[in-house]
């Protein structure tokens, strides 16, 4: 078979070093502290990741409760439940020949150029980057469901390996000797598609291969909680303005000193605190957080992950705005700041790309449902639709554009669209 005779070419030597260690020497304990139950999986349903509040944090922060459940941040910021994000039954194990197949039949490889011929030349980083995610999200590598390989070998690790060739292009265009800026990677996705645990599966990658790299939200450049008040008194009756989320709630001087800075981090030794905006202050209202809990990054990072709902939006005729939501009038004027202030910044995109708005609906809902599941404060379906609804209108409004045009000032060599379904997994794009 042609399959046994790629299998069996000197590049693939690695391959065999690998599955061993994987399939057969893999010490669960070694990695968590005994807590091997957390590894397996009890359904044959993918989690969904964007549900949980996951810390960006470095890996190396990372514990485990004694109980086996909880994956947490030293910093106390954020945790989630194990758990509930992995089942206990194992799954059918896969055979090394079947997971080629399985990454050789991905929807993005074609996208990215890439041939079944050059995966298997660097099928040991596939099957390398495979265990690191599956130490991440607590997974046994020999018992993975479909649901689960699909999410890790059709989508975190090829998005992965695209980055990897944007970072390597991207050195290159820099005279030897010169210093070498930081690679700023653009995310933009709708709200619950599953971007913020896709940013932190690259994230964990990046330190795991040994380069540093920054993790940055638009949600930590939002108004203070004054500035806020401010925005909403001097907006009275335009509900697009009266919570932080459209254009025009977020503080974009802020927004290019910080990128700024980050962007200098090229030495050994430089360092500076990322900034963090707490969700939960002032009774949802929310508030930037406390410098002092604020997380520090140091240098010489290679890449900075930059990710957010509306990143790449662009101003559009009025006439437009208006048809969709007269109260968009303004947001659409205040969008024009925005380009110099965060889009100017990046120099590879990834754009995820949903079918149909009203999924940002659902995937709310599960997500809150999870949250009162667990015992925690969620918002009621009431809570959700009126929430979600005052995204809506810009939703309908740009996302046309950024899936026809793409984002502001973007390379077609440089972005990367990603089509998604109902479930948040990648398909076949049109």
Same mark, same amino acid.
């Given at each position: ?6 299998? !069996? ?19 669960? !304990? ?43 941040? $030293? ?39 890439? $041939? ?5 030349? !660097?099928?040991?980083? *596939? ?17 993975? $469901? ?41 995310? !933009? ?104 809990? *604020? ?46 202030? *965060? ?88």
């Amino acid at each position: 078979m042609a399959l046994l005779n790629i299998l !069996s070419q000197p590049t693939m030597s690695g391959l065999t070093k690998i599955a061993s260690l994987s399939l057969y020497n893999y010490n669960p !304990s070694s990695l968590h502290h005994g807590y091997s139950n957390a590894f397996h999986c009890t359904c044959n349903t993918f989690p969904c990741f964007s549900s949980l509040s996951i810390a960006r944090t470095p890996p190396t922060k990372q514990i485990l409760s004694k109980s086996g459940n909880t994956i947490a941040s $030293t910093d106390g910021r954020r945790q989630f439940q194990a758990n509930s994000v992995f089942p206990t039954t194992p799954a059918e194990v896969s055979s090394v020949d079947d997971l080629f197949d399985f990454i050789c039949s991905g929807p993005l490889l074609e996208k990215m150029g890439f $041939t079944s011929e050059s995966v298997a030349e !660097s099928v040991d980083k *596939w099957l390398q980057y495979g265990l690191y995610l599956c130490r991440l999200f607590r997974l046994n590598e020999l018992y993975l $469901t479909l649901p689960q390989k699909v999410r890790l070998y059709h989508y975190y690790i090829p998005v992965f390996l695209w980055i990897e060739q944007q970072i390597s292009n991207h050195s290159s265009s820099f005279e030897d000797g010169k210093e070498v800026l930081p690679l700023v990677v653009g995310f !933009s996705a709708p709200q619950g598609c599953g971007k913020t645990t896709l940013v932190f599966a690259l994230d964990y990658l990046f330190r795991m291969t040994g380069r540093k790299s920054a993790t940055i939200s638009i949600d930590d450049f939002y108004l203070t909680a004054e500035e806020q008040a401010k925005l909403r008194e001097s907006n009275p009756g335009n509900a697009l303005l009266e919570f932080r989320g459209n254009a025009g709630s977020h503080d974009l001087p802020f927004s290019v000193e910080t990128l700024t800075a980050m962007m200098k981090l090229t030495k050994e030794g430089t360092k500076m605190k990322l900034p963090r905006y707490n969700k939960s202050a002032y009774d949802g209202r929310g508030d930037r957080a406390d410098p002092s809990t *604020w997380p520090e990054v140091e240098g010489p990072l290679t890449v900075i992950l930059f990710e957010g709902w509306m990143l790449g939006f662009k101003p559009i005729p009025a006439e437009v705005v208006k048809a969709v939501d007269p109260q968009l009038e303004i947001v659409n004027k205040n969008l024009e700041a925005y380009y110099n202030a *965060w889009d100017k910044f990046i120099k590879a995109w990834i754009v995820i790309k949903i079918q149909d708005p009203s999924f940002v609906y659902q995937w709310r809902l599960q997500a809150e449902i999870a949250m009162r599941e667990d015992g925690k404060d969620g918002m009621t379906d009431e809570e959700i639709l009126d929430f979600v609804s005052r995204y809506m209108p810009s939703y309908k409004a740009y996302l046309p554009t950024l899936y026809s045009e793409g984002p502001s000032g973007s390379d077609p060599e440089h972005l990367l669209v990603i089509d998604i379904d109902e479930g948040r997994n990648p398909i076949l794009g049109c």
